[in-house]
């Protein structure tokens, strides 16, 4: 019983410790990342990214989607929006839904895209900045109004 209770608290320890990791290494990578260290920055948020970090997958994307100190791969970028959408990241899930209705790293699917972008825009953490930003950027260009017109919020 002992052993067992032992082999327990270990693995608890481990994951611990496995989690931490992929933290510190995506605020690692983060830090470099926003300082435009890109090619210093790809290796620390793909470790993370790895451990399946979503914030890590989702920034790595933007490295992979922008040509961010790695060739610029649109299916690399897709593959890596989706895993962080699926764990409800509102940021990666906007940039899921650009990618379907580009046809960007996938076949384009307005339905799926219109999915995508609603679901961001309605997290509670960033769904608000979101939509701001998508208002604001109406101005500047096209997509924006593309977006706020695919989500029926283009008023």
């Not at 790809?42 to 989607?65: F, S």
């Not at 040509?67 to 906007?94: I, P, T």
């Not at 679901?119 to 769904?127: C, L, T, V, Y």
Request: proline residues 1%; glycine residues 8%; hydrophobic residues 30%.
């Amino acid at each position: 019983m002992k052993r067992l209770i032992y082999l327990c608290i270990l693995l608890m320890c481990s994951i611990s410790i496995s989690a931490q990791s992929a933290d510190k290494l995506y605020d690692e990578g983060k830090k470099l990342y926003d300082q435009e260290q890109y090619k210093e920055a790809v290796p620390k948020l793909q470790a993370a990214a790895n451990k399946g970090h979503k914030k890590a997958q989702y920034r790595l994307g933007r490295c992979y989607d922008k040509g961010y100190g790695v060739k610029e791969n649109d299916q690399k970028a897709f593959e890596l929006y989706q895993k962080s959408a699926k764990q409800d990241y509102a940021k990666a899930m906007f940039q899921l839904g650009k990618c379907y209705m580009k046809g960007k790293g996938v076949t384009a699917n307005q339905e799926e895209a219109r999915k995508w972008i609603k679901r961001a825009i309605s997290d509670e953490k960033h769904g608000d900045e979101i939509l701001k930003d998508l208002r604001k950027a109406k101005a500047d260009g096209e997509e924006a109004t593309r977006i706020l017109t695919l989500i029926g919020k283009n008023k």
